[in-house]
């Protein structure tokens, strides 16, 4: 099983601050997605990095995948109480036809 | 268009019974796969299913079951529960399964409890 482990687990910030959050793994992964996840709903897929040293951005918030493909990160600049949630890294399992989830970072924005 | 569907929202039930959770995917999407999502934890694969036939199983005992039907529906089932099966249950929907990075769009999740 390929294991990704996301840091930190909690984040309490306020309003305007910038942040980074991280996924780890010791294996190397074709591709990492990004989730963000608000209290009694679904994961809602975010972003899709595929090429080691990718770098895509989504309005204030910036995701890079790393050189080797191992490891994301994920970079919110003044961030927003509509921010809040818990955010989810995940890879395809060594079949492909699972999504393999790090435990998330719960992130709560303050105004 | 509507999103992936799922029912119902919440279920009580009691150790020992057993559950049917429905999923309806996102019209063109022909595969559907499950998660459970514990408290405090990612979701972790149980199924999936692409054209009817079962293409991946997780690490879950043979008391959690599913189908998929001809109209891309599914169905999770669950007997003999235990309070350890106390989650959100997810299903996802995409178009195909696939290797790498294809998208999965989950829906809202059935949140069972068992006492």
């Known amino acids: 099983t390929q294991l990704l482990e996301q840091s930190p687990q909690f984040l309490s910030i306020q309003e305007g601050e910038n942040l980074t959050v991280y996924c780890n793994s010791s294996?190397?992964?074709?591709?990492l997605q990004w989730y963000r996840q608000e209290p009694g709903e679904g994961p809602v897929l975010l972003v899709t990095v595929v090429t080691g040293g990718e770098v895509k951005k989504l309005k204030r918030l910036t995701f890079q995948f790393g050189d080797a493909r191992k490891d994301s990160s994920l970079h919110i600049t003044a961030a927003q109480p509509g921010d809040t949630g818990l955010y989810l890294c995940?890879?395809?399992?060594?079949?492909?036809?699972?999504?393999?989830f790090g435990k998330g970072t719960s992130l709560l924005v303050t105004p | 268009d509507a999103g992936v569907t799922q029912s119902p929202t919440h279920l009580i039930k009691t150790r020992g019974q057993h559950v049917t959770l429905r999923c309806s995917p996102i019209s063109g999407h022909k595969s559907v796969s499950w998660y459970q999502q514990v408290l405090g934890q990612g979701p972790q694969f149980i199924f999936q299913?692409?054209?009817?036939?079962?293409?991946g199983r997780g690490n879950f005992p043979d008391r959690f079951s599913a189908r998929q039907f001809p109209n891309y529906s599914s169905e999770l089932n669950v007997n003999a529960l235990l309070l350890g099966d106390s989650a959100l249950y997810l299903c996802?929907?995409?178009?195909?399964?696939?290797?790498?990075?294809?998208?999965?769009?989950f829906g809202p999740g059935t949140r069972l409890t068992v006492t």
């Open positions: 294996s190397v992964f074709s591709s």
């Open positions: 996802a929907s995409s178009f195909r399964p696939g290797q790498g990075a294809y998208e999965q769009y």
């Open positions: 995940a890879g395809p399992s060594d079949s492909g036809y699972a999504l393999n």
């Open positions: 299913y692409y054209e009817k036939e079962e293409r």
